[in-house]
């Protein structure tokens, strides 16, 4: 399977159209299709279904587009890193990073080394610590600010001082929003959004006890942003982390605090014996030197 054929196919799913997309690529009408059909050939697999207007992907070409498109991330990544391995250090640091209070660490990081070395530039991408661990396997995303609990087992990582603090979040009218804490007993019966992170819903279920069994989840989600909106259209409490809320307005939403309080620690975190461009090599650095320094 080609990168150059790869690159083909999803010109064809933007597109959605044989025609359109050889324009696109400056090739034939013919080439393209016979490519098309060798790259459905070589996968054993129907990828398109053809319309008399438009072609649109089967599932098994619903797949494809999107490990094709993880590859030519990938491929396009290693590309420029592999162009810039000189003296002159440019290129882009891929950081991970939840919805944290953590994400404070940030900004500092990336200005001094900005200042430092100024042809360097950063992707900045947000997801849960699962899916940015499983993006840094795949080598596409460099560096993770990851919220534990979480597995470290393959990772050099630097744990950060303070804690992230799990909070309910509910409309300012709620009455439970008269309360200094919310108990387990507090959120009997009421309609919740939980983290959709498996090992984060263990934590809470040793926190909620018996009760647990027992609650209403009406939603689960990836990101706190998403739960904030539910929250304030009055559909649901949300748990999330404190840190994600810092610039919500608190006439929309606010948010109370567990009680007893649960709270988790966030790290810094680098695959171990993972090949890394010269920029991400040098910020890695730069961070283990600028966050070691303050303990």
């Not at 090992?199 to 909620?208: C, D, G, I, R, Y």
Request: with cysteine; charged share 30%; proline share 4%.
């Amino acid at each position: 399977m080609e990168i150059r054929v790869l690159r083909y196919f999803l010109t064809v799913v933007r597109e959605e159209s044989i025609t359109r997309a050889a324009n696109v690529l400056h090739i034939t009408q013919p080439t393209l299709s016979r490519q098309i059909a060798q790259l459905e050939e070589e996968t054993g697999a129907r990828l398109f279904d053809r319309g008399t207007r438009k072609i649109s992907l089967t599932s098994e070409g619903m797949l494809l587009r999107r490990r094709a498109e993880e590859i030519l991330e990938l491929v396009d990544k290693t590309e420029k890193e592999l162009s810039r391995q000189d003296e002159l250090v440019e290129g882009t640091v891929s950081v991970g990073c939840g919805d944290l209070g953590a994400a404070q660490i940030l900004p500092e990081l990336f200005r001094g080394f900005h200042e430092k070395y100024p042809a360097v530039t950063f992707d900045l991408y947000t997801a849960t610590a699962d899916h940015i661990k499983e993006r840094m396997d795949q080598g596409m995303t460099d560096i993770g600010l990851l919220l534990e609990p979480i597995s470290m087992e393959k990772y050099d990582f630097i744990r950060l001082d303070g804690k992230e603090q799990w909070v309910v979040v509910m409309h300012p009218e709620s009455p439970l929003a008269k309360k200094k804490g919310i108990t387990p007993q507090d959120l009997r019966g009421l309609p919740l959004i939980l983290p959709r992170r498996l090992s984060v819903q263990s934590e809470l279920a040793h926190w909620f006890g018996e009760e647990f069994e027992n609650l209403n989840v009406l939603f689960t989600s990836n990101l706190p942003s998403n739960s904030a909106i539910m929250v304030h259209h009055r559909l649901a409490y949300a748990i999330v982390i404190q840190g994600s809320l810092s610039f919500w307005d608190k006439e929309k939403i606010v948010c109370r605090p567990l009680s007893p309080e649960l709270k988790a620690s966030s790290v810094l975190a680098w695959k171990r014996k993972q090949p890394f461009g010269l920029a991400a090599e040098r910020f890695i650095e730069y961070a283990k030197e600028a966050l070691l320094r303050k303990e």
